[in-house]
T-cell receptor, first 115, second 115 residues
Framework: AQKVTQAQTEISVVEKEDVTLDCVYE???????LFWYKQPPSGELVFLIR??????QNEISGRYSWNFQKSTSSFNFTITASQVVDSAVYFC????????????FGTGTSLTVIP | EAGVAQSPRYKIIEKRQSVAFWCNPI?????LYWYQQILGQGPKLLIQ????????DSQLPKDRFSAERLKGVDSTLKIQPAKLEDSAVYLC?????????????FGPGTRLTVL
């Protein structure tokens, strides 16, 4: 079974629009970590954010914000006022203590921001 | 701070040939990971090292893949013999240690094409 589901395969938005990338995870652990990574066309995965299972406080960093809801097992990522440079593939990942903290990545959401 | 280095960036081989990839992690990072990323999918962990010991290699196809991390720094991943389905990007990542709290830093990857 897929531990991390990113149902949106591809999204296109016009520059300056807001966009939300969905991430749903599955785990039986009480201690786990969630991550978002960005993979631009160059291919290198870039770390964006980490969240532990005990901290449901939402976070905002500039135009980026994350909404963590344990009740729905979701960790969604919103980009406000999107820019062309935001075009990339975005991956959500889960790390569980019970599986040695290995990362389980979703299949990614390809975001295209149209100028 | 220098990032994770990988070489070569691209490699094209014919099936049944052998190939090797090299990774140099961020200085001081004890944990090193090799991932396979098939086009359109998220990275899948192949093997994880803590210093020069293997923590997890459960998803490494050991009949054809091998990896080593001599002296707990650089690492090489080898495929022998290669199959068509091995065509993918091979990503190396490192982190301070293998607890789930630590984000992983990724290299640019090696794109392997098997003809």
């Amino acid at each position: 079974a897929q531990k991390v589901t990113q149902a949106q395969t591809e999204i296109s938005v016009v520059e300056k629009e807001d966009v939300t990338l969905d991430c749903v995870y599955e785990t039986r652990d009480t201690t786990y970590y969630l991550f978002w990574y960005k993979q631009p066309p160059s291919g290198e995965l870039v770390f964006l954010i980490r969240r532990n299972s005990f901290d449901e406080q939402n976070e905002i960093s500039g135009r980026y914000s994350w909404n963590f809801q344990k009740s729905t097992s979701s960790f969604n990522f919103t980009i406000t006022a999107s820019q062309v440079v935001d075009s990339a593939v975005y991956f959500c990942a889960l790390s569980e203590a019970s599986t040695g903290n290995q990362f389980y990545f979703g299949t990614g959401t390809s975001l295209t921001v149209i100028p | 701070e220098a990032g994770v280095a990988q070489s070569p960036r691209y490699k094209i081989i014919e099936k049944r040939q052998s190939v090797a990839f090299w990774c140099n992690p961020i200085s001081g990072h004890a944990t090193l990971y090799w991932y396979q990323q098939i086009l359109g999918q998220g990275p899948k962990l192949l093997i994880q090292f803590q210093n020069n010991g293997v923590v997890d290699d459960s998803q490494l196809p050991k009949d054809r893949f091998s990896a080593e991390r001599l002296k707990g720094v650089d690492s090489t991943l080898k495929i022998q013999p290669a199959k068509l389905e091995d065509s993918a990007v091979y990503l190396c990542a490192s982190s301070w240690e293998w607890t789930g709290f630590n984000e992983q830093f990724f290299g640019p990857g090696t794109r392997l094409t098997v003809l």
